[in-house]
C-alpha cells in the first residue's frame, strides 16, 4: 500500500483532471477529499486513538521504534487485539501480524479506511504460525 505527500496528491489532480476511466475518476476524487491526518504522540493520546480505531475497525497510521534495528518506520496497521502495554496487529509493511509495544509507538493517526478482523482469527495463532 503507497500513501502519497500532499504535493504528489496535488500533481496527479492537476494532471488527470479529464480522465474518461471510472476506476480513475473515483480515485481522483477520493485523493480531492483526502484529509489531513491529525496526529497524537503522548501514551495517553496512543491508547486513546488506538482504542478507537480498534472500536471502528479502522486502519491506523504509526511511527514505529524498533530497538532491534534502532529505526523508526512508518506502519499502516488494523489493530486485532488492544493490551494494557502492546497491541496485537497486521501490519500492512510485514504483510503478517505483529506484536506492537505501545511504548515504542511514537506517534499515530487514523486512517478512513476500514478493515476486518479474519474468521476464526486468535492471538494463539501468531505463536501457532510461527
Request: glycine content about 0%; proline content about 3%; overall charge positive.
Amino acid at each position: 500500500m503507497v500513501y502519497l505527500s500532499k504535493k504528489d496528491v496535488q500533481i496527479i489532480i492537476k494532471e488527470l483532471p479529464n480522465t474518461s476511466n471510472e476506476e480513475m475518476k473515483r480515485i481522483l476524487q477520493k485523493l480531492r477529499s483526502q484529509k489531513n491526518l491529525i496526529y497524537v504522540r503522548t501514551e495517553r493520546e496512543i491508547k486513546k486513538l488506538l482504542q478507537k480505531a480498534f472500536n471502528e475497525k479502522r486502519r491506523v497510521k504509526i511511527k514505529y521504534y524498533s530497538p532491534h534495528s534502532d529505526e523508526n518506520t512508518n506502519r499502516i496497521i488494523d489493530v486485532y487485539q488492544l493490551h494494557k502495554d502492546c497491541i496485537i496487529a497486521f501490519c500492512n509493511l510485514r504483510e503478517d501480524k505483529r506484536t506492537f509495544v505501545i511504548d515504542r509507538i511514537n506517534s499515530d493517526a487514523i486512517l478512513d479506511e476500514i478493515y476486518s478482523i479474519p474468521k476464526g482469527w486468535a492471538p494463539e495463532s501468531i505463536i501457532l504460525d510461527k
